[in-house]
Nanobody, 117 residues
Framework: QAQLVESGGGLVQPGGSLRLSCVAS????????ANWYRQAPGKQRDLVAS?????????KYADSVKGRFSISRDNTKNTVYLQMNLLKPEDTAVYYC?????????WGQGTQVTVSS
């Protein structure tokens, strides 16, 4: 059974850092683009960062996180990471890992990130 499991969320002060991890099982994760989304209360789920499965690892970021967040992947561990630095209160949200193939879209259960003093 295909599964994505996120971890690494928590409470952090403004300006702090967190590293999220997403471990995939039951699917050929290294063959797919991997994405991080986030959803704040009362808002839509938005794409935060994306990394392709190509050797060049094409990467894209939402404008709101450019220069602060970094996405990476370790295909030997079926894992994608989101390093989040200089966190702001507006980064508070549930963060979701997502990937898809031609037939299915897979989501993790989400991990809560709260940025507050």
């Amino acid at each position: 059974q295909a599964q994505l499991v996120e971890s690494g969320g928590g409470l952090v002060q403004p300006g702090g850092s967190l590293r999220l991890s997403c471990v995939a099982s039951g699917l050929a994760f290294s063959s797919y683009t991997a994405n991080w989304y986030r959803q704040a209360p009362g808002k839509q789920r938005d794409l935060v960062a994306s990394i392709t499965n190509t050797p060049s690892d094409n990467i894209k970021y939402a404008d709101s996180v450019k220069g602060r967040f970094s996405i990476s992947r370790d295909n030997t561990k079926n894992t994608v990471y989101l390093q989040m630095n200089l966190l702001k209160p507006e980064d508070t949200a549930v963060y979701y890992c997502q990937t898809q193939n031609l037939f299915f879209t897979y989501w993790g259960q989400g991990t809560q990130v709260t940025v507050s003093s």
